[in-house]
């Protein structure tokens, strides 16, 4: 059939490029309710759904079912020519319509008849039919809708529809609902995850982006998929640092013509004004917003602006109200706009302070009296709180403001001095704090004598700690303590902010100096009651710090007990990119990649990246060996290689020597896994020299002293030279015992196994190797024994079977595929599984419910297709490597030993439907 060159276009999908990024996870959840009859695709522009139902498209039709496609403009939603469309489509499908019935006009009533016409020509077409409207937000014709209802009403097993629109169809869907006969895809499902922005990025020949781009393209666009083609455009001609990348993405024309040509020309003068208005806030909810643009209908506006998905998502608050924010990107466009058509912000900001005034809500008054640029409001506002504040959310602003205003403005407001510096030195502007504290100083502005010299030391600890200066954090503290300001609470008194700073600080030096036990009990103690039961940010990172004593103390397990119930809090209470919930996160990524949760640990690096460029120097370390490590994996040693030396270069040019051995030292590991070790020796002098130069009377000197002496032992053993290995390991052990790290000391006992193994000393090294077993069995150190246990399977099972039934499971849980069980000469002792009804191996019945990643649950799916391991990865798009630490973990958490074992409990709890 010859079809007119305007409709032909209207009837095809469009084309899926090569670079086209699959999504599978989407497009598996389509493909489970395929037996569906309304399959719904609602989002704003560029969120992916005309590429979602393409691919979709494309899969149907290989599986043998008839897809038609209508894609529609506008002035294509009146009757008369959404039938030509769709008579046209079911004519390429092979489906024809009597004519005369497909005639109608404008003012025809007979959609009813019409319809009837439609569903008798489908009802007599074998097979399954799927019709695909793509843009149905340009229907607004009663009688075109009227005549899609009767299709979605119509009792045809075999007609699917699906409808992609900008806008929720103004269909009825009760019935359909309450038969669960409708599969909906949202903006937040559509939005790519960290792994599709990766695979988007790798299938693009002409972007050329290292592979730390993805997750700041991630992080800029939130995921949103034209924002990452437009982003991964502007980076790629420009190639930004971490600091520029989002400027430089919010900076681009092609971006600002997109918004301004899909979303902003289709408003309404009204609803533009409103939203410009109303976009100078971070987060608002129908009152404020009506306070701030003085609309009195700002429900209705939201309403609408819902309605049409632009850009407006969620916010969960505990107050009871709908909160809402703008996607950051559109935020940012919004403000160029707002700046070019001359709406002054600054009156904006004044009412959102005191509509939060009124309400108690004192930070995000000072965020907006702030920027209102009023200093009297903001001076009153610093007179009714105690510096630092309950929530810290707003200090980096704060800061910028105050810094911009200059010191001739602020010379007869010493409380803003005092705060500015807390401001500074909170949000990791340290040589800014430092300036400003030698104001207060010379100012007197902090109070009586002895409360400005508790603000002085304190400040003085906290920006030392910030920079790892151990030496000085150590002399303010000891200082402070003479003060005697840390005193046992009274019932009934207030709880003192700084009391949390100066509590955390303390746990963390006295971990640092090995005594762990002594910061827990000070935590626990009665004088630390009021930070124990504290909602504040500054109470929560002491608690968070209490989860980092543990992993200074190699405990994963118990890091990971505390960091869970700290982060929960600290997400529920001040939001995911808070500083106590980022200070937990960078814990929690610590623990969850020693306890071979890499998916987890990555994706809570990736999603706190930015803001730990404020954290202290010791938590960018830690976030940096467990990145790098994890990029090895995930990646290639050569690109872990090229990004620790760049952490080294970011830790020299602080001068934060511990972090410059230990990423030397990472970087020495990699090299000698490929057998270069005269580069590694090339290393070893340079961490030699930061040893003799690094002063003993640091408190941080032992672990520098055990970077170096562990390094030179690797290095002499991939040399050859066992004995001269024990004698650097020897070196070792005093600074290890120092530290009390288990981890460490369970290092050291994997290293000594392989010196006294290449010695023929087997006995000694399996003494040393059911140490060594025994601690990561106990610390939860299960990314320790895998890699230092690399090589070592025969004794390291040797070992186990010597340990007990506990270390056996143990050890045949994380080490997955191994050699021939008797060429290592032992035997796996039987590890009793209940039988099921199948008779295989299963859970017991009062087993709970396993609960499993996302990434879990995919691979798990992808098993019961009978997938080979291969097939899983490139499904995927990930690596072999990472199917199989899933599939371990999922072993695990299922109590099984074999994949067919796993997809029968999986089958069980329904794991494979989810």
């Known amino acids: 059939m010859s079809l007119p060159s305007r409709i032909l276009p209207k009837i095809v999908p469009p084309r899926l490029g090569s670079g086209t990024t699959i999504r599978q996870r989407l497009i598996g959840k389509l493909h489970a309710a395929g037996d569906r009859k309304l399959f719904l695709l609602t989002a704003g522009a560029g969120f992916g759904k005309t590429t979602l139902m393409a691919q979709w498209h494309h899969h149907l039709e290989q599986a043998g079912a008839r897809v038609l496609w209508v894609t529609l403009a506008a002035g294509d939603g009146t009757l008369p020519k959404f039938c030509a469309v769709l008579e046209s489509a079911l004519g390429r499908a092979g489906v024809s319509v009597a004519p005369a019935k497909m005639v109608t006009t404008e003012d025809s009533s007979d959609e009813f008849d019409l319809a009837a016409a439609l569903l008798d020509a489908l009802a007599q077409a074998p097979g399954e039919s799927y019709l695909m409207i793509d843009d149905f937000h340009h229907v607004g014709d009663p009688a075109t809708v009227g005549l899609v209802q009767a299709m979605a009403d119509a009792m045809l097993p075999g007609l699917h529809l699906v409808i992609a629109s900008r806008t929720k169809p103004a269909l009825r869907l009760g019935r359909l609902l309450a038969m669960e006969d409708v599969v909906a895809v949202d903006g937040a499902e559509l939005l790519f995850n960290l792994d599709e922005t990766e695979a988007f990025l790798k299938a693009r020949p002409d972007v050329r982006l290292g592979p730390e781009s993805a997750w700041q393209i991630h992080d800029i666009t939130d995921g949103w998929p034209v924002g990452v083609r437009l982003a991964s ?79 407006l998502l969620p916010v969960e608050r505990r107050d009871g109200q709908r909160w809402y924010r703008f996607h950051p990107i559109f935020r940012t466009y919004l403000g160029k706009r707002r700046a070019s058509v001359g709406i002054d912000a600054r009156p904006l900001h004044y009412r959102a302070a005191h509509w939060f005034i009124q309400r108690g809500r004192f930070a995000e008054a000072m965020r907006s009296a702030v920027l209102s640029d009023d200093l009297g409001l903001v001076t009153q506002l610093v007179d009714r709180a105690l510096p630092p504040p309950h929530s810290l959310a707003q200090l980096g602003v704060f800061s910028r403001w105050l810094e911009s205003v200059g010191c001739e403005r602020l010379a007869g407001h010493p409380r803003l001095l005092s705060m500015g510096t807390w401001a500074c030195a909170l949000s990791g502007r340290h040589d800014l704090a430092e300036q400003w504290l030698r104001s207060v100083e010379q100012s007197g502005s902090t109070g009586t004598d002895a409360a400005a010299a508790r603000h002085v030391l304190l400040l003085r600890a906290l920006i030392a700690t910030h920079r790892d200066d151990g030496a000085a954090a150590l002399t303010a503290l000891t200082a402070l303590q003479a003060l005697q300001v840390l005193q046992t609470d009274e019932p009934g008194s207030t709880p003192d902010a700084l009391q949390d700073v100066e509590l955390a600080l303390r746990m963390r030096w006295l971990s640092v100096q090995g005594q762990h036990l002594r910061a827990r009990d000070l ?24 989860a980092g004593v543990a992993m200074r103390e190699g405990d994963a397990l118990e890091a990971e007990r505390i960091g869970a119930m700290v982060l929960r809090r600290a997400r529920t209470i001040h939001g995911d990119r808070s500083l106590c919930a980022v200070t937990c996160t960078a814990v929690m990524a610590q623990a969850w990649y020693e306890l071979d949760r890499v998916d987890e640990a990555r994706e809570a690096l990736l999603h706190c990246r930015t803001a730990l460029r404020a954290a202290s120097a010791d938590l960018r370390l830690r976030a940096a060996q467990v990145f790098g490590r994890i990029m090895s994996l995930r990646e290639s040693p050569q ?202 191996g299963g859970p017991k019945d009062d087993m709970p419910v396993p609960v499993l990643t996302r990434r879990e649950l995919e691979v798990i799916a992808l098993l019961e297709q009978s997938m080979s391991n291969k097939r899983i990865a490139l499904t995927l798009n990930i690596s072999v490597q990472t199917v199989k630490w899933n599939l371990k973990n999922i072993f695990v958490k299922l109590q099984v030993t074999s994949r067919y074992e796993a997809i029968i409990v999986a089958r069980k709890f329904a794991l494979c439907e989810r």
């Open 233 to 311: 455009r502007a980076m790629c001609s420009q190639f930004p640092d971490g600091k520029t990348a989002r400027k430089c993405v919010c900076d681009s024309d092609n971006l600002d013509a997109y918004l301004s040509e899909e979303v902003i020309d289709e408003l309404s003068p009204e609803l533009l004004d409103f939203v410009l208005q109303v976009s100078v806030l971070r987060c608002f909810h129908a009152d404020l917003a009506a306070s701030v643009t003085g609309c009195a209908d700002a429900a209705g506006y939201l309403a609408e602006i819902l309605s049409q998905h632009m850009f």
């Open 523 to 546: 935590y626990h103690s009665p004088a630390a009651r009021s930070t124990r039961t504290g909602r504040g940010e500054l109470a929560l990172v002491a608690a968070a710090t209490v």
């Open 639 to 840: 690109d872990a290689l090229a990004y620790f030396t760049r952490a080294e270069v970011h830790f020299r040019a602080i001068g934060a020597h511990r972090g410059v051995a230990c990423m030397l030292a990472e970087q020495q590991r990699i090299v000698l896994s490929y057998g270069d070790w005269r580069h590694a020796r090339s290393m070893q002098t340079a961490l030699d020299e930061i040893a003799s130069t690094h002063a003993d009377t640091d408190p941080q000197f032992a672990e520098v002293g055990a970077v170096v002496a562990m390094s030179r032992t690797r290095l002499l053993l991939a040399m050859g030279l066992a004995r001269e290995a024990l004698i650097a390991l020897d070196a070792a052990r005093p600074f290890i015992g120092a530290m009390s790290n288990g981890r460490l000391l369970a290092v050291s006992d994997f290293l000594q196994t392989r010196a006294l193994e290449a010695l023929g000393r087997r006995a000694e090294a399996h003494a040393c190797m059911q140490s060594a077993l025994a601690a990561c069995y106990r610390l939860g150190l299960h990314r320790t024994l895998i890699e230092e246990g690399e090589g070592l399977h025969g004794i390291l099972l040797r070992a186990g079977v010597g340990g007990g039934a506990a270390l056996v499971e143990y050890v045949r849980g994380l080490m997955g595929e191994c050699p021939v069980l008797e060429s290592a000469g032992v035997t796996w002792p039987p590890i009793p599984i209940e039988s099921n009804d199948e008779g295989v």
